[in-house]
C-alpha cells in the first residue's frame, strides 16, 4: 500500500466509498476536478478492501486524494473498482 502513494502524487487521486460522513460523489468530483484543470488527464482511485481502510491507510489517503462517496449502495471491493473506474473513464472521455 505504502508503496503505491508515490506514484500518485502526480495524477488526480481520489479514494472512494467512503460513508462516514458522505463525502461529495465520485463522478461530481471527477467532474470538478476537470473542470479546475482541462489538462487533468490522469486519475488514479483507490477502493478499500473488504474491511475497509485501516486507520492509518485512510489517514495517508486522505493525504492525497479526494475523499468521496459510491452513492449510497455499498459494493463488493471487486464490484467497487469496476464501478469507479467506468466512472473517471466517463469523465475523462468528455
Known sequence: FRDTLPLVRECSCFVGALTDPPP????????????????????????GPEGDFTPEELAALL??????????TILRAETAAIFGVSVLSSVLSR
Open 24 to 47: 461529495e460523489h465520485l463522478l461530481s468530483a471527477a467532474m470538478r476536478r476537470r473542470e479546475e484543470d482541462p489538462s487533468a488527464d490522469s486519475f488514479a482511485l483507490y477502493v
Open 63 to 72: 493525504e492525497i486524494a479526494t475523499p468521496t462517496t459510491f452513492g449510497p
